[in-house]
């Protein structure tokens, strides 16, 4: 009893000591040695933990609590199997056991034994519905399956026992961030950073989402955060990189992300982030890893290889092997295209909306006056078509300032749309704007655009989707230039076609689809 005292209250020194002197007294005490291999699992001695569990089981054979450390400890030390039988004996002596039930689930959920992980984790909420940590695994779980509305459900049964718990908080900023929900992502992090200002997790998806939200000095800040509390935190040290990319820090990003994987070289991401920030040819221990991760993989199209897929694919170009690279970017291609809901022909329905709502009277016959300031620059056309290189050019001038990809223009949108619920989406939403309306969205997006840019004469935004909203630019703003950027079609397309893209280019990953949209976007600038 002294010993299971000094433990719960953290000194496992004079636990250790009072649990050895109880063996020593009586040495068929299965209590004691089962406190006594809990006092050595918390300091992860796992061997000895395994030991000291095993003696409590051969004095008391229907010991279930000591079954369930002993998988617990085999779990810690990388022997699955022989956890999974130590939880099916602790369930033997003991029915009703949830946290046995969750233990399983979890080495299950490890074993990509899913579905019976997902029976254990429901058996264990069913035997005790207020099990939070159940609940969170199976939340877990749901969302590594792309289950999220019922992972969401689950964490909605989460907040009802425990309304700010911090594990649920963050699954849910992860499913939200996920489901592109940012303002529900947002405020979960910020809760969770209320409560606790150390949570280094929640500071790096709060990152995301503000480098999402193009807002990438506060996303800079948040993962800055994160890195001071926990320096050895790789997701945010590789998004940090990331960022810092964005705005053009490419050096530090480049050592960053480098650093992401010397912490930890199964980041597979992080081979994917570094393709434009390296060239392969002189980095043989990174090109020797990531082959290797491919010659130890038994399936070569396990999802978590997508994105090294096209890192490993970017380094056997750069190293001259082109057909080898070319067949990773085929597969890897075929992985992401096969995760997307794209449909072809809506597209190309969504092109012809557009034709047909800037027919060539509503230049004549403006329906608004349009903001005459002159400080907009739009770059538009294809990814890989040079436009990053335009706008470098372009802010190099001392009076232009470049805002890079911002999604200032469809926020204003969906902004008015906000505020006027009866408006339809773009761009059938165009014939039902009125000139006071027109007007709101152009002030909307001038303030976004020029907030950081000081006096710069000139802002550049090189979001290049926005050649949707050409006709709507020129309706918004005549005064402002718009710059197309073309290059050799099929340069264009084979460059696009070895890039992981997020969600917002799902046609990139097929080579006849991703040339009809290079055809229709050619003639929609037209």
Known sequence: NLGEIERQRGDLAEARIALRRAVELDPRNAQAYNNLGITHYEKSEYRDAIDCYRKAIDINPQFAEAYNNLGNALRASGEREEALKAYQDALTWREVYPEAYNNLGTTLREDEKLPEAEHAYRKAITQNPRYVEAHTNLAALLMAADLEVEALRILTEVFKIEPRNPVGLIQTARIQLRRHNLPAAEQACRMAIEDDARNFEAYTLLGHIMHETDRFDEAIAALEAALKINPDFTEARNFYGVALKSVGRLDEARENILKALSQNDRLLG?????????????????????????????????????????????????????????????????????????????????????????????????????????????????????????????????????????????????????????????????????????????????????????????????????????????????????????????????????????????????????????????NNAT
């Open 270 to 522: 992080a081979y994917a982030n570094l393709n434009d920030l390296i060239d392969y040819r002189n980095e043989d221990e990174l090109f020797g890893r990531m082959e290797a991760i491919f010659a130890e993989a038994p399936d070569k199209e396990a999802d978590h290889l997508l994105p090294l897929h096209y890192g490993f694919a970017k380094a056997l170009d750069d190293r001259g092997q082109s057909a080898r690279a070319l067949e990773h970017y085929i597969v890897g291609g075929r992985m992401k295209r096969a995760k997307l809901n794209y449909v072809e022909e809506e597209i190309f329905a969504f092109f012809d909306n557009i034709r047909n709502a800037f027919p060539a009277d509503i230049f004549t016959n403006r329906p608004y006056a349009g903001n005459p300031s002159p400080r907009p620059v739009f770059i538009v056309g294809m990814p890989r078509s040079g436009s990053t290189l335009v706008e470098q050019i372009l802010s190099s001038h001392p009076h232009v300032f470049g805002a890079g990809e911002v999604k200032y223009l469809s926020r204003a949108l969906n902004q008015l749309r906000d505020r006027f619920p009866s408006l339809p989406r773009y761009p059938e939403m165009v014939g039902r704007l009125s000139g006071a309306q027109f007007g709101i969205a152009a002030d909307h997006y001038l303030k976004d655009l020029t907030a950081t840019a000081g006096k710069a004469a000139r802002v550049t935004d090189k979001l290049l989707t926005n050649y949707f909203f050409v006709g709507l630019i020129h309706l918004l703003f005549p005064n402002a230039k718009i710059i197309n950027t073309r290059r050799d079609p099929v340069d264009t397309c084979l460059s696009a076609f070895t890039k992981l893209f997020k969600d917002d280019m799902p046609h990139s990953y097929d080579m006849g689809e991703l040339g009809l949209v290079s055809v229709e976007t050619a």
